[in-house]
């Protein structure tokens, strides 16, 4: 599978905005995609997921703000954050994972399939 964020970009605190993920290669519905960043020193964290059925669940850190969509028609994941901080700023990827056992979406692990990132920056 191959997968494709765009919708990166440079937002001021408090502004919206919507990463895509596009997949191909594969069957985009059987997987479950997860969504993680990377800020600069810091380790990658995991954000949110969703599974083939549409079950989701998020990082309390980001709960709330932070929802992950899909497509299947269109073999597309979303991740719409909204009331964004400065430290939201970092690189964020999407992944693909088999499992659907929702306990198991954070996990690094799970994912063998990684996109190459977009960056998004938020300025105060």
């Known amino acids: 599978v191959q997968l494709v964020e765009s919708g990166g970009g440079t937002v001021q605190t408090g502004e919206s905005l919507r990463l895509s993920c596009a997949a191909s290669?594969?069957?985009?519905?059987?997987?479950?995609m997860g969504w993680f960043r990377q800020a600069p020193g810091k380790e990658r964290e995991f954000l949110g997921g969703?599974?083939?059925?549409?079950?989701?669940t998020y990082d309390r850190s980001v709960s709330g703000r932070f929802a992950v969509a899909r497509d299947n028609a269109k073999n597309t994941a979303y991740l719409e954050m909204n009331s964004l901080k400065p430290e939201d700023t970092a690189d964020y990827y999407c992944?693909?994972?088999?499992?659907?056992?929702?306990?198991?979406?954070?996990?690094?692990?799970?994912?063998?399939?990684w996109g190459q990132g977009t960056r998004v920056t938020v300025s105060s």
């Open positions: 969703i599974t083939s059925n549409g079950r989701t």
């Open positions: 290669g594969g069957t985009f519905s059987g997987y479950t």
């Open positions: 992944a693909a994972a088999l499992t659907q056992i929702l306990t198991r979406v954070p996990l690094f692990r799970e994912y063998p399939y």
